[in-house]
């Protein structure tokens, strides 16, 4: 299993790096997401950033301001949400060549849903806006977090902490997908954080990834953070 100690890169880091790194000063808010697959055979990483939907950043804007109106009407009031459920998925990167080349399928600013996404096949999942059922998960059901974490601000002769840090951690543990057999591996090259309210999920943002194999007896632990 995956515990703290395995995780190195300190938060503040993480956080630096959305900031300061890679040309990453974007519209909307930031995020960095960090993939553990503890196999048998050891652990497999990976990171890179996601991006936040067009109507990820309409949904924050609706939450800012409690209201959905503009100019011409109204648009869906999405203001009763709350960024509560990830997803996996399947069609996040195609390889082929030799040597093999990964190429990436995503994410785009207009995605609604994962390209295809994967049923984790348990009672209580919600479906995913593409469809596929039983697919969304809670962040904080399998042992999963999410919390606020500080930043502080010391300058002009006064001081303040500030809590605008979003980190999720998001677990697809031993059995799941339900419908794996022991020992087959099912293919994850994509994620997506959702806002939800009641059953209906909406994608709040996206990440696609080299393929992860999972197996019905790995574990599979997603580090989300969005800096707001």
Known sequence: MLNDNVIVKEDYKIFDKLAN?????????LGWVQIYLQTKNGLIFDEGPNLVT?????????????????????RSNWTSYVISHFA????????????????LNGPYICDTGLITATSL?????LTEPGGTTLAVKSITASGGTRYL????????????????????????????????????????????LYFVSGSTAKLFSHICFAPKWKEKESVLTIQWYILF
Do not use: H, W
């Not at 109507?55 to 109204?74: I, K, L, M």
């Not at 096949?121 to 999942?125: F, L, M, N, Q």
């Open 121 to 125: 096949g348990v009672a209580g999942y």
């Open 21 to 29: 790194e890679m040309g990453y000063k974007t519209r909307g808010p």
């Open 54 to 74: 067009a109507q990820g950043r309409e949904y924050v804007a609706q939450r800012v301001f409690n209201s959905n109106a503009y100019s011409g009407g109204v």
């Open 88 to 103: 996996v998925g399947s069609g996040g990167s195609v390889v082929a060549g030799a040597p093999p080349t990964v190429t």
């Open 149 to 192: 974490e500080s930043s502080s601000y010391s300058g002009g002769g006064s001081s303040c902490t500030y809590y605008t840090k979003m980190k999720c951690t998001c677990i697809i543990p031993n059995g799941e997908p339900s419908s794996l057999a022991p020992g087959a591996t099912t293919k994850i090259d994509e994620a997506g």
